[in-house]
C-alpha cells in the first residue's frame, strides 16, 4: 500500500507560478514510479507528467512540456510539479498517483491522492 496527499494547490493569476507536493507514506517510495494527473469539470482525467523510480527520465503532456517541471526526492517520500506561465485552461483537481509501470494512462496506476484544486484566473 501507498498512501499519497497533495497539497499546493490555489488560486493564481495567468502566468503565475505555483507548486504541487505529493507526500507518500507506506510502501518504499523509491520502488514506484510516480505521476501527476488532472481532471478538469466535465472532462475525463488527463495525463500531465511522470517520472522513474530514480527520477533520471521523465516524460510530459504536450499541454505542459517546456511549463510544468516534475521532480522527486526519494528521501523525502515526495514528488513535487513545478508549474510556471500558468493558463486558464490547466484549471483542474490535479493528483498524484503511483504504480509499477511509467505510462500515461490513468489506469496503470495502483494508488491515488485525494487531490489538489488549481484554479487559474485569466
Known amino acids: 500500500q501507498v498512501q499519497l496527499v497533495e497539497s499546493g494547490g490555489g488560486l493564481v493569476q495567468a502566468g503565475g507560478s505555483l507548486r504541487l507536493s505529493c507526500a507518500a507514506s507506506?510502501?518504499?517510495?523509491?520502488?514506484?514510479?510516480m505521476a501527476w494527473f488532472r481532471q478538469a469539470p466535465g472532462k475525463e482525467r488527463e495525463f500531465v507528467a511522470t517520472?522513474?523510480?530514480?527520477?533520471?527520465?521523465?516524460d510530459y503532456a504536450d499541454s505542459v512540456k517546456g511549463r510544468f517541471t516534475i521532480s522527486r526526492d526519494n528521501a523525502k517520500n515526495t514528488m513535487y510539479l513545478q508549474m510556471n506561465s500558468l493558463k486558464p485552461e490547466d484549471t483542474a483537481v490535479y493528483y498524484c498517483?503511483?504504480?509499477?509501470?511509467?505510462?500515461?494512462?490513468?489506469?496503470?496506476?495502483?494508488?491515488w491522492g485525494q487531490g489538489t484544486q488549481v484554479t487559474v484566473s485569466s
Open positions: 517520472i522513474s523510480r530514480g527520477g533520471g527520465s521523465t
Open positions: 498517483a503511483a504504480g509499477f509501470y511509467r505510462r500515461s494512462h490513468p489506469d496503470s496506476y495502483n494508488y
Open positions: 507506506g510502501r518504499t517510495f523509491s520502488n514506484v514510479v
